[in-house]
């Protein structure tokens, strides 16, 4: 599945865009979030892969603006809690709670992969949000 927020701007509010697309591209779409009004709004969907590349594109030809956020996921079984990673985020998305753990807030990361690299037990990857 390839996360996707679709930024819907005001001018497209009184069009079924998304449900068009669901019905010319025979898609089942999960819809995570959605915050939307008359004016505009944006919505959270998971896509299943072999239909992304034609879902963006349709969601895209009718001006639709999309955003595909990379972030990092960790495996948190690998992870022995070396803090390798930690001081390299620029953005502080990997703090060092109370018990001395690894904690990481994903929704900060830019996706620089600096601590991919880093990571002695290939704990971290890069993935599209
Ligand atoms: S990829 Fe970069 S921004 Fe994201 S958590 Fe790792 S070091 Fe921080
Ligand atoms: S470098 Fe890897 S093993 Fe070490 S704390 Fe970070 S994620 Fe865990």
Not at 38 to 44: A, P, R, T, V
Not at 78 to 94: A, K, N, T, W
């Amino acid at each position: 599945m390839v996360k996707v927020l679709l930024r819907f701007h005001g001018g497209l509010m009184n069009e079924p865009i998304t449900s068009t697309v669901i019905l010319e591209k025979g898609v089942k779409l999960n819809i995570l979030k959605a915050s939307i009004h008359e004016k505009g709004g944006e919505m959270l969907v998971e896509i299943p892969d072999v239909f992304a590349e034609n879902v963006i594109e349709a969601f895209k030809s009718k001006g639709v603006e999309i955003v595909i956020k990379r972030t990092i996921s960790v495996d948190l079984d690998r992870c022995i809690h070396c803090g390798e990673c930690l001081s390299l985020c620029p953005v502080d998305v990997i703090k060092m709670s109370g018990d001395y753990s690894i904690i990481f807030d994903e929704d900060k990361c830019v996706a620089c992969g600096l601590c991919v690299d880093a990571c002695p037990m290939r704990a971290i990857s890069l993935v599209v949000f």
